[in-house]
């Protein structure tokens, strides 16, 4: 059997993307049934004002990285919004524009458009022959105009709801409601117990947390508790009470938050950020404001869950468990070695100690300059690892999208799993689209850029 090369933090990375599909129905208000529609990916389009093919990698600067960056390193960093300093266009119809396509016969026409001097320094995103006597070039609309068009669709008050603004952060421990939303009580804290699949990412890039979240309701189930005391007179009011643990701190207790069970809820009712996949079930959403809480250090109850966005999976599993971190780089090892990775953390092939995998802040930024929209693969995400499969062969990592959806479509194994889940075998169909699939180890190490576990 080959030998894994021992943890390095070096593989250590700080993660962050939206859900869109949380965002799209914060954006027309209301819930949207997406395992009915026909072509998910054109309404995704059509609602975020985005190509679906650029999605899923912030180097296009599209609306699932707001409030983010790319810096020279090619790492992921949080930003100032340039979307709270623009104002949007004024456009009443489809039909007008802000560019007179028939004024336009040369390259030099177009220089007032870009606001430039030289046309020369005009970006070209693709340039095609498409026959022995024309050339197509595609161009970069220029920052100003690409943030005046977006901003029609993600206002100022839509941005403040759904990305942290490092220069306000002297307020992030106010007592802070998002624009338009209530705090209310949307159902019970458990309808069984905690499940994997519950935990569904909303409109907040933290991947990182609510990956980490699954990971531990599927490895340490018993983890995930509600511990509550009556407030009310007629102990008809309660506040949960989470524990939070030092990371690599040998299980000492960091702080115990206490939170009511009021959730941010949109104006018609509907959660906008982390929820479960089970109706009428909060507890992911409680996790979710009381690590707000955490991060924060506010003393009231409605914390900013803005704040929870971008961080390191493994440090938040280590949070939620009080485990020791490992983290492991995809660059260093092969896809065997990965996979015998996961083997090693695994019993009856499901991880018995939480695992979350990570992937490259940009396509750009791995070593095979991977193209992460053609793999339904998403950059600077964090999944859940769910264990290992074999077959014909081939040997396969089980990972977890925590947006409950968008699972990989290179070098995927298309079957049912049945893993042991504590007490019980419990069946995983791949083919059903709820964010679960099961890769390839050597595709797994082309997409991905590490791998870690809180023990």
């Known amino acids: 059997m080959p030998t894994t090369p021992p943890a390095t933090d070096g593989a250590?990375?700080?993660c962050a993307v939206i859900n869109p599909y949380a965002l799209a129905e914060l954006l027309v208000g209301r819930k949207i049934?997406?395992?009915?529609?026909?072509?998910?990916?054109?309404?995704?389009e059509q609602i975020l004002g985005t190509p679906y093919a650029e999605?899923?990698?912030?180097?296009?600067?599209?609306?699932?990285?707001?409030?983010?960056?790319?810096?020279?390193?090619?790492?992921?960093?949080?930003?100032?919004?340039?979307?709270?300093?623009?104002?949007?266009?004024?456009?009443?119809?489809?039909?007008?524009?802000?560019?007179?396509?028939?004024?336009?016969?040369?390259?030099?026409?177009?220089?007032?458009?870009?606001?430039?001097?030289?046309?020369?320094?005009i970006a070209i995103d693709c340039a095609n022959v498409v026959d022995p006597s024309r050339l197509t070039l595609v161009l970069e609309l220029p920052d100003e105009v690409r943030y005046r068009r977006l901003a029609r669709i993600f206002t100022k008050e839509t941005v403040r709801k759904i990305a942290y603004d490092p220069q306000a952060e002297g307020h992030a421990n106010d007592d802070w409601t998002p624009s338009g939303a209530t705090w209310g009580d949307a159902g019970r804290f458990f309808n069984e117990?905690?499940?994997f699949f519950d935990p569904v990412q909303g409109a907040v890039a933290n991947c990182y947390y609510i990956a980490a979240l699954s990971a531990v309701a599927w490895a340490m189930p018993y983890r995930i508790a509600q511990t509550t005391?009556?407030?009310?007179?007629?102990?008809?009011?309660?506040?949960?009470?989470?524990?939070?643990?030092?990371?690599?701190?040998?299980?000492?207790?960091?702080?115990?938050?206490?939170?009511?069970?009021t959730v941010p809820l949109g104006a018609g009712g509907g959660f906008i950020y982390c929820r479960s996949s089970e109706a009428g079930e909060i507890w992911p959403a409680v996790y979710e404001k009381a690590y707000a809480k955490l991060k924060t250090g506010t003393t009231t109850d409605h914390p900013d869950i803005t704040a929870t966005a971008w961080g390191d999976c493994v440090w938040a599993t280590a949070q939620l468990t009080g485990g020791t971190r490992s983290y492991y780089d995809t660059a260093s090892r092969t896809g065997e070695q990965l996979w015998q990775l996961v083997r090693s953390h695994s019993l009856s092939y499901r991880t018995f100690h939480p695992m979350t995998a990570w992937t490259y802040a940009t396509g750009d930024a791995s070593p095979d300059k991977?193209?992460?929209?053609?793999?339904?693969?998403?950059?600077s995400h964090c999944y859940t690892v769910l264990g290992w499969a074999y077959r014909n062969c081939k040997q396969y990592i089980v990972l977890r999208n925590p947006w409950g959806n968008t699972e990989a479509t290179a070098s995927v194994l298309d079957a049912t799993l049945s893993m042991y889940d504590v007490s019980w075998w419990r069946p995983i169909t791949l083919n059903v689209v709820d964010g679960?699939?099961?890769?390839?180890?050597?595709?797994?190490?082309?997409?991905?850029?590490?791998?870690?576990?809180?023990v």
Do not use: C
């Open 33 to 44: 049934p997406w395992k009915q529609l026909p072509d998910v990916p054109r309404v995704l």
């Open 436 to 454: 679960t699939f099961a890769m390839e180890a050597d595709a797994f190490k082309r997409y991905f850029a590490g791998i870690g576990v809180a």
């Open 55 to 121: 999605l899923f990698d912030p180097k296009y600067r599209g609306p699932l990285y707001i409030g983010l960056r790319l810096n020279k390193n090619l790492q992921l960093e949080r930003t100032h919004s340039p979307l709270l300093d623009v104002e949007p266009e004024a456009v009443e119809n489809d039909a007008v524009s802000n560019i007179d396509a028939t004024s336009v016969r040369t390259l030099g026409d177009l220089a007032s458009y870009f606001r430039v001097r030289d046309v020369a320094s």
């Open 370 to 379: 991977v193209d992460y929209a053609s793999a339904h693969i998403v950059g």
């Open 193 to 195: 117990t905690a499940e």
């Open 229 to 261: 005391r009556a407030t009310g007179q007629n102990q008809d009011q309660f506040f949960d009470m989470v524990r939070f643990y030092t990371p690599d701190g040998g299980g000492a207790i960091d702080r115990e938050i206490e939170v009511s069970e």
């Open 12 to 14: 250590a990375q700080n």
